[in-house]
């Protein structure tokens, strides 16, 4: 029986994800949640999906949703924000589908001080529910580990309150992901804040489940966002083990993995770490650091090799009245980069033992 046998093509909501984590964690794989900026990256993201016959999730930060409604835009109220988001949102339910994968849109890393950008995608989540009778994103992250943990608790209880009407997965963040992203630093916060305590873990995990069982949780094991040399960053993803351990004795249950675990701040790390992250739970892992180098790589790479074809509208090595459109064509080096990104998602999807699974 494969992935599709249990949920459908197209985007997923409320059972159906917990149907597709239960499923990742039952077969030893994970989702991976790739940072989209544009109808070109979602394309190339669903691409490499069906190139692999895999699940993905498609998210959107605050920033690139910001550029998704475009630069024009004032966002000081959020509300460039607000608007790619929710019309990236709509993008994808609107051609996933004919992909013929399972994908889950969700929104990326959102701290106390965009909180307005949240309250306007839960905005349109509910305005999309009274209509379809479901919410218009199929999950949504916040992250408020540089808060103090009750705090942070709290204000996500707030919001999953309001969720869990809508079958909507909230994904919270406990502990610190060390570097930068999106306008999060933290690059100098204290060694021991990068790695959760199984007891926090169970007070979030004990808590929320008074609400819902819809959410999941980002544990900090010592990741780092960015791209680094190898050796520099020290994971300890089995930690997540030690968590689990913790919650299914606390629940007194047989489920060995009680709790769906994200890992965050990925890029870099060894076959071995991911191996182990997926043996204690992880089911979604962040990848968006190497996708924007293959982006980049696959427009550089174009440009080099025709590069004779691409200093002029007319004339070239084959004569000075030939025209060179079909090179500068943004549908021929846009696509270029796309087969790049396509390559990378497709190593990742692979590296998370997601290939295959429909």
Not at 52 to 72: D, L, R, T, W
Not at 332 to 356: G, H, P, Q, W, Y
Request: proline share 4%; glycine share 8%; charged share 20%.
């Amino acid at each position: 029986m494969g992935l599709l046998d249990i949920v459908p093509a197209g985007v997923l909501t409320g059972d159906n994800v917990k149907k597709l984590f239960d499923y990742a964690q039952k077969n030893g794989f994970a989702i991976p949640a790739i940072n989209c900026t544009s109808t070109s990256t979602v394309n190339a993201a669903l691409e490499a999906a069906k190139k692999n016959q895999s699940p993905v999730i498609i998210q959107f930060s605050n920033g690139g949703a910001a550029y998704v409604a475009g630069k024009a835009i004032d966002n000081k109220n959020q509300e460039a924000s607000i608007l790619g988001a929710v019309s990236g949102a709509h993008y994808v339910r609107s051609v996933a589908k004919a992909y013929g994968v399972p994908v889950l849109v969700h929104s990326d890393h959102c701290a106390k001080k965009l909180l307005p950008w949240f309250d306007g995608m839960i905005a349109a989540d509910e305005e999309y529910f009274k209509a379809h009778g479901e919410p218009l994103f199929s999950s949504h992250m916040l992250d408020l580990s540089e808060d103090p943990m009750e705090e942070n608790i709290e204000i996500c209880l707030e919001y999953l309150k309001r969720m869990a009407p809508m079958k909507c997965l909230l994904e919270m963040e406990i502990g610190i992901t060390g570097g930068e992203e999106d306008g999060v630093d933290n690059s100098d916060v204290d060694n021991s804040a990068l790695y959760t305590q199984p007891e926090d873990i169970w007070e979030i995990y004990r808590r929320f489940s008074e609400v819902t069982d819809l959410f999941s949780i980002a544990a900090a094991f010592g990741n780092v966002h960015g791209v680094y040399a190898p050796g520099n960053v020290k994971l300890h993803p089995e930690l997540l083990g030690k968590h689990q351990a913790f919650v299914q004795e606390q629940l007194k249950t047989d489920n060995t993995k009680p709790v769906y675990f994200v890992f965050h701040g990925g890029s870099g790390s060894t076959a071995q770490e991911i191996s182990t992250a997926l043996s204690f739970g992880v089911v979604k892992m962040n990848v968006d650091t190497d996708t924007q180098w293959a982006y980049w790589k696959g427009l550089r790479d174009f440009y080099e090799k025709n590069k004779p074809y691409l200093q002029s509208q007319v004339g070239n090595p084959e004569g000075a009245e030939k025209p060179n459109k079909k090179y500068y064509d943004p549908r021929v080096f846009i696509r270029a980069a796309e087969v790049t990104m396509v390559d990378r998602i497709v190593e990742s999807m692979d590296a998370l033992n997601n290939k295959n699974v429909l």
